[in-house]
């Protein structure tokens, strides 16, 4: 299992950004294409770099290739036994990797947070409630990209009824839940100013993020 990311920035250089739109495929090139944001597209971009370099770093290159779409909009393989995940917010790009689903989401933290009664089960609103003030973010942000990996384990995203999912075990993140009669392993991650979790079948989580340089991407 690997959890892999990438500083979208680096694409600001032209070079750069179209050398990445000539690497990514047609799929992700088109997609990328049809954010009207340059900030999305550099990111839709580094999102597919960094899981074309996930299938060659297990000797699978051709499988970047044979990627489909659910109607939900996860991208799936078929008839393999690779499972990953993709993610972004500012800066960012992430691509959660195994051998089994898995589930990955980072997001920026800010100090305006959104509503949460669609968010936050009953327990976990109560908790929220009775923190201090100053803890009340990180609390969120951990919450939600826990969820939020959870959803793109199943499938659906963002489409999942969240309130009904609880991550939380007061205000720490619960180390597995079950769902689909399968135990899942959650685990979070920061960096810099941005929450980061991930979702998998196997308490064998990386002890850390792998950080890619542009170098490295385009030579594999």
Not at 84 to 98: E, P, V
Not at 185 to 200: D, G, M, P, Q, R
Request: proline fraction near 3%; hydrophobic fraction near 40%; aromatic fraction near 12%.
């Amino acid at each position: 299992m690997e959890l892999l990311i990438m500083d979208a920035d680096e694409l600001l250089n032209p070079v750069k950004f179209q050398k990445a739109m000539e690497l990514v495929g047609e799929e992700r090139r088109c997609k990328a294409e049809k954010f009207l944001k340059a900030e999305s597209k550099r990111l839709s971009l580094a999102a597919g770099l960094l899981l074309r370099y996930a299938f060659f770093s297990v000797g699978q290159p051709d499988l970047f290739e044979e990627i489909k779409i659910m109607d939900s909009g996860k991208p799936y393989l078929p008839n393999h036994e690779f499972g990953f995940s993709l993610s972004h917010s500012g800066r960012f790009a992430i691509c959660g990797f195994s051998d089994r689903e898995i589930g990955c989401d980072i997001e920026k933290i800010r100090e305006k947070l959104p509503r949460t009664e669609k968010i936050f089960s009953a327990d976990e609103a109560r908790t929220f409630c009775e923190l201090d003030e100053d803890k009340k973010t990180a609390f969120f942000f951990r919450l939600w990209t826990c969820k939020e990996s959870v959803t793109k384990w199943i499938g659906k995203g963002i489409a999942y009824p969240l309130k009904s999912l609880s991550v939380m075990d007061g205000e720490q993140v619960k180390q597995s839940i079950f769902m689909k009669e399968r135990q899942l392993f959650l685990k979070t991650f920061h960096v810099e100013n941005y929450a980061i979790s991930l979702c998998a079948e196997s308490a064998e989580f990386p002890e850390k993020l792998k950080k890619l340089e542009w170098n490295i991407l385009i030579h594999n």
